[in-house]
């Protein structure tokens, strides 16, 4: 059980990592007609930790894996903090949408887990907040805030899909 | 050590949050030029602020050295004004060639406290012995006469206010030359009266221009005191009753001078040598 947790967790770790560096990001760069265009999805591996996971080593991995896409898009820092923060308010946001219930500690926190409404709230949160942070860090400037809201409103979308799409296609308990 | 370990605990997601985010940005400005860019230029923007803030506190701070020696400077030139026995009240003034000798000193002061609501009022400065002030020496401000200084210590003195119940000031009135002296009898810290001025005296208008006489050693001469507010004669009385309106409202006072009378001693031997006979 708990292996199989750690297991899964450090696969989609890597196959994130892979598919936002190799795969999304270049999606992103073609589409030069329409510069708004983004597919962030590495942030659902913060998103479905284990609840029960301890609030640093969240942040601690948000961190590790931050570092890593920024590898990538050779944006040192800029998906960093991005991810830090997405994992420091992550807890904020489980709170927010506790269930009546409360969360069994031992799940994570998946559709399979907690239904598809459910997730498709949290997710979203999630991802906005994400995303308006990466590309507020990214513009740097309060004086790019259009600039930043479209994107983040596209992005949003886009995400979204792969995002819904992702929870579909694997129906992942952990 | 274990409340250590529940602090961490507890805090630590926010302190390492923190340290995290802290070595994220460093890296975003540190290694991406647009980012690196906008915040060197932020930060010398706000630095060029601060610098100007900064700097705007420091010259208001300074204003009061400043409003300091301008009132030096402008007690020095009152002095000379009234050692030149100019009426400093008309606006075309005329210099006498002959240098007069001086009589009196000014020295600017502070209000330390003041009021004006008793009987007997008194006003507290920030002058002493040390700067020389001595008792009996006249308090004045620009637009008026505030009392006498009673008391002397090393860094303060106690001046009895005009609006208190023993005031006599010998003034008078600047059309008719006619002398009485001034009381204060209403309670009110406006207002004074004018007595012993004769009946004969005649006409006394309101707006009349009430001044110090000099007769006694403490006010200079000819110092703006008030304008007359109505003046009547009461039956069987030899002398106008007369109200005026002050031209200085002592209750709202923050800076004085304070004359020393050089000659003071002198005088006062004379009048010495009259109460002696």
């Not at chain 1, 991995?61 to 890593?68: K, R």
Request: aromatic share 12%.
């Amino acid at each position: 059980m708990m292996n199989s947790t750690i297991t899964v967790n450090a696969f989609r770790f890597v196959i994130l990592v892979l598919l936002q560096g190799l795969v999304l990001q270049n999606i992103g760069n073609d589409w030069a007609t329409f510069p708004y265009f983004n597919i962030i999805l590495y942030p659902i591996f913060i998103f479905l930790l284990p609840l029960r996971t301890p609030k640093p080593l969240v942040i601690f991995l948000a961190f590790i894996l931050g570092l890593i896409v920024d590898l990538f898009y050779a944006t040192p820092g800029v998906h960093t903090s991005a991810s830090v923060f997405t994992a420091f308010v992550r807890p904020v946001v489980l709170n927010y949408f506790e269930p009546r219930a409360g969360y069994n500690a031992n799940h994570s926190p998946t559709k399979k887990r907690l239904g598809s409404n459910w997730y498709i709230k949290y997710s979203l949160t999630l991802e906005l907040i994400h995303l308006f942070f990466y590309f507020s860090v990214e513009a740097f400037s309060p004086v790019f805030i259009v600039n930043i809201l479209i994107k983040t409103g596209v992005a949003l979308i886009a995400s979204m899909i792969f995002i819904i799409i992702h929870q579909i296609l694997f129906d992942p308990a952990e | 050590m274990r409340r250590l370990i529940q602090l961490f605990f507890r805090f630590g997601g926010l302190f390492l949050f923190l340290l995290l985010e802290g070595i994220a940005f460093f890296m975003v400005v540190q290694y991406n030029k647009e980012q690196k860019a906008i915040f060197f230029n932020s930060l010398s923007h706000l630095s060029q602020y601060f610098e100007d803030k900064s700097h705007a506190i420091s010259y208001h701070f300074s204003l009061e050295t400043e409003a300091d020696s301008l009132r030096k400077e402008n007690s020095k030139f009152k002095q000379l004004l009234i050692s030149l026995d100019i009426d400093y009240t008309d606006k075309e003034v005329s210099v006498f060639d002959d240098a007069p000798f001086q009589q009196y000193l000014l020295q600017s002061a502070k209000v330390i406290k003041n009021s004006i609501h008793k009987n007997h009022n008194y006003l507290i400065l920030d002058r002493g012995t040390e700067d020389g002030i001595e008792k009996h020496s006249a308090v004045i401000t620009d637009n008026g006469i505030v009392g006498i200084v009673i008391e002397v210590r090393k860094k303060h003195c106690l001046v009895m206010s005009i609006l208190h119940r023993q005031t006599r000031v010998s003034s008078a009135l600047k059309n008719q030359n006619a002398h009485g002296s001034l009381i204060w009898k209403d309670l009110n810290p406006l207002k004074m009266n004018l007595e012993n001025i004769p009946k004969h005296i005649q006409p006394i208008e309101r707006g009349d221009t009430v001044l110090t006489s000099g007769y006694s050693a403490m006010f200079p001469e000819g110092l703006v005191v008030g304008t007359v507010d109505s003046s009547w004669i009461e039956q069987g009385k030899g002398a106008h009753t007369i109200t005026i309106n002050l031209n200085e409202d002592i209750s709202t006072l923050k800076y004085v001078y304070i004359v020393t009378n050089l000659m003071r001693a002198e005088q006062l031997e004379l009048e010495q040598i009259i109460n002696d006979e």
